[in-house]
């Protein structure tokens, strides 16, 4: 191989080793993805479920509500991705308004529900919001007010980012 041979190598080389600007964004947008027509937004972020309620209605959405096996699927899925910051998450979940009645934070029917063995259990007596991650394959426990977690912010339409925030509880 003569020298110019081996700057030819070394510039193919580059060529298929430096990713593109489109990988490049894509990465960058790892945190969100779309599914049903809906954007959810990973947060890394270790928040109280109230701060997190109110961060994810800041960013035009609502905490994940999971109503469907589906829904439920796409979620573990879309946590996976995240590596490590993505072992758990809270959903916008929650029976602080009157114990044992669960609510989803945008008032849609409780027609689907992936709790753990046992739970919720309203452990030490003020367990009141959910979020996936003690069990480690997607199932619910509920959780204390004061643990600080990671998020996933749903918007309910992909295309303009607006969520019913009008359907929101108000807290
Ligand atoms: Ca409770
Ligand atoms: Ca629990």
């Known amino acids: 191989m003569n020298k110019n041979q081996v700057v030819l190598s070394i510039a193919a080389f580059c060529l298929i080793a430096v990713p593109s600007a489109n990988s490049q964004q894509d990465q960058g947008n790892s945190r969100v993805r779309s599914f049903n027509g809906h954007k959810y937004t990973f947060v890394p972020d270790q928040v109280r479920w109230r701060d997190a309620n109110k961060q994810s209605a800041e960013m035009g959405g609502h905490l994940v509500t999971i109503t469907s096996k589906g829904e439920q699927a796409f979620i573990e899925e879309f946590l996976k991705s995240q590596g490590d910051s993505g072992n758990c998450t809270w959903l916008g979940f929650s029976d602080?308004?009157?114990?044992?009645?669960?609510?989803?934070?945008?008032?849609?029917?409780?027609?689907f529900t992936n709790w753990g063995p046992g739970q919720p259990d309203n452990g030490y007596g003020c367990q009141n919001y959910a979020w996936i991650g003690w069990y480690g394959n997607g199932l619910w426990d509920d959780n204390l007010e004061g643990a600080k977690l990671p998020f996933i912010v749903e918007n309910d339409y992909v295309s303009s980012g607006v969520g019913r925030r009008s359907n929101l509880r108000s807290k």
């Open 96 to 111: 602080d308004e009157k114990e044992g009645q669960w609510e989803w934070v945008t008032c849609e029917e409780v027609k």
